[in-house]
Every structure is written in C-alpha cells, then in structure tokens.
C-alpha cells in the first residue's frame, strides 16, 4: 500500500487523511462540497503528499485502498460505489466508514466486484482512537477482510473482526444501549445531563478507557474473578436490566437533552474543549502504550 484514497474529506475523512499522512502514505482526496479542498489544507499540517482531485474516479484509480466516508444515505452510497467500483483495480479494497449501514447493503452500488466490499468503521476522531470495526458483508470474500483488517493494522489501528453484519456495527450498538437508559434518565427526572456525563467521564468511563467491560468486571471479583462476580451479582444485574427504561426521543425530550448540554457547557467554547480532549487521548494513549501487560 502506498496510495489511499479518501473519498469525503469532511470531520472523518479529514481525519483519516491525518492519519494515512502520518504514516507516510500518499493520499488522493476528494470531495464534491464548495472549498473542501482548501478546508483539508488548512486543517491539516502537512500536506506534501496530498492530492486533491474533483472526480471520485480519478481518486479511485489511483488507489491500493479506498476509504470512503460519504453522507449515511443508501442512494448516496450506491451512487458512489458505482463510481468506486468501476474505476479501482479489482484488486483493491473499497471500505466504507458508515457508522450504522450494512455493507450488503452498501454492495448493492457494486455491479462488478461486490465481493471487495467492507466496512471500515473508526471512532472519532479517527487519527487518535485506535479502534476500527471491519464488517464484512455477505458477499465479502474473506482474505478481502484479512486485507482490510492488515492494513489498518499497518497504520496504528486495533481493528476487530465482525464475524457477521449488524445495524450499527458493535461499538456504536453497545453505546446506543447506554444512550438509552442516559436518555430515559433525563427523561424521568431522576438525573441531570450534567450529572449523566459526570458519572460516566469520572467513573466507569475511566475503567473503560483503560480495559473493557469484560475484563473489568473480572478484576472487580478478585480471587474469585468473573465467575465470582456472575454467581453473586448476577441475580441483581438481571433485576436492573428489566427495570431499564425505554425512551422514544420524543421533540421534548430532544429539546431536554439540547438545553442540558447547553447548561453543561456554559461559556466553553466547542474548539477549545475539542483540543482538550484530544490532548488527553494523546497523554491516554501513550501511557496505554507503556504498559506492556494491558490486552
């Protein structure tokens, strides 16, 4: 791999064009919105190896690898990976970054090489969080996601494997299961927004970043470990899930989660407090990095 392409260059593919440059790969980017490219220049601090294009199928042919990051729209999609597949060499890998849409789904755009079809789906910002789920569709040949899943590799990322397609993938799906009892939270009145995010920023949340859910509840049952925690706190995990609430966002319950974000960040600017996180995942990463024992 030498050349990436980076078809939409909006927050996420700005951000997967920092990443492939910093690992010294030549990108050709492209994208249709009035002065993209000189929003990427400006975001970006070099861009020596950065090519500019206009038409998605020049970028696509001269591509080993193509990440795609276009609007969530299945008749957007298929339009594009037409565009995609009838230019690329057959050989070369079309990921999509879609956050939610199945790759089946998104192959239906590919009447010539379905089979090279994948989702390559990051977390934001894509040059920092080292997480990218590749989701193969259901014609997805599998040394396709073996490319997929050594190329991220190559470029810093700690891919997982979907063993098969699901709306919203994992990550995004096990977030959507904490958004809604957040949400159902806020709802009733027993906590506030501010309160929601403090208690997840500066409790679990901090677990988390350091090792999964799994493993963490392994480690809160000592001796005994994760069959320990199952055998004694099992029965009440399972009386909290169906006490769980079930939330419809609601316009007023939109508006409730709107102002409380609001309240919670009164007089913070949104560029400022974006540095300040990513300052952080830098400081995070690199202590992560010096602790050989952590999975």
Same mark, same amino acid.
């Given at each position: 791999m030498s050349t990436v392409a980076v078809v939409g260059t909006g927050v996420i593919g700005e951000s997967w064009a920092r990443l492939f440059l910093a690992h010294g790969l030549d990108v050709v980017a492209t994208d249709p919105a009035p002065g993209a490219e000189e929003r990427l220049r400006d975001a970006l601090e070099d861009t020596t190896r950065l090519r500019f294009v206009a038409d998605p199928a020049e970028a696509a042919a001269a591509a080993d690898f193509i990440q795609e990051n276009g609007p969530e729209r299945e008749d957007v999609k298929h339009a594009l990976f037409?565009?995609?597949?009838?230019?690329?060499?057959?050989?070369?890998?079309?990921?999509?970054?879609?956050?939610?849409?199945?790759?089946?789904?998104?192959?239906?755009?590919?009447?010539?090489?379905?089979?090279?079809?994948?989702?390559?789906?990051?977390?934001?910002?894509?040059?920092?969080?080292?997480? !990218?789920?590749? /989701?193969?569709?259901?014609?997805?040949?599998?040394?396709?996601?073996?490319?997929?899943?050594?190329?991220?590799?190559? !470029?810093?990322?700690?891919?997982?494997?979907?063993?098969?397609?699901?709306?919203?993938?994992?990550?995004?799906?096990?977030?959507?299961?904490?958004?809604?009892?957040?949400?159902?939270? /806020?709802?009733?009145?027993?906590?506030?927004?501010?309160?929601?995010?403090?208690?997840?920023?500066?409790?679990?949340?901090?677990?988390?970043?350091?090792?999964?859910?799994?493993?963490?509840?392994?480690?809160?049952?000592?001796?005994?470990?994760?069959?320990? /925690?199952?055998?004694?706190?099992?029965?009440?995990?399972?009386?909290?899930?169906?006490?769980?609430?079930?939330?419809?966002?609601t316009p007023e319950l939109a508006e409730a989660l709107v102002a409380g974000v609001d309240a919670e960040l009164a007089g913070t600017d949104d560029r400022s407090l974006v540095a300040a996180r990513d300052a952080v995942l830098h400081h995070l990463l690199a202590a992560k990095a010096a602790q050989p024992d952590l999975p």
């Open positions: 037409a565009v995609l597949d009838e230019a690329a060499r057959p050989d070369v890998v079309l990921a999509s970054s879609s956050s939610g849409l199945l790759p089946s789904v998104i192959a239906r755009g590919c009447p010539h090489h379905p089979e090279r079809v994948v989702v390559g789906h990051p977390f934001n910002p894509p040059h920092l969080i080292p997480l !990218v789920e590749v /989701v193969p569709g259901r014609d997805t040949a599998p040394e396709v996601v073996d490319r997929a899943v050594a190329f991220y590799t190559s !470029v810093g990322k700690r891919p997982i494997r979907l063993a098969r397609e699901v709306p919203g993938h994992v990550a995004n799906r096990l977030q959507a299961a904490l958004w809604q009892e957040a949400y159902s939270l /806020v709802e009733r009145g027993i906590a506030t927004v501010a309160d929601i995010d403090t208690a997840i920023a500066n409790g679990p949340g901090l677990r988390w970043a350091v090792l999964g859910p799994f493993v963490n509840q392994h480690l809160s049952g000592g001796a005994g470990g994760l069959a320990h /925690v199952l055998a004694h706190l099992g029965p009440p995990t399972e009386a909290w899930w169906r006490d769980l609430g079930r939330v419809h966002l």
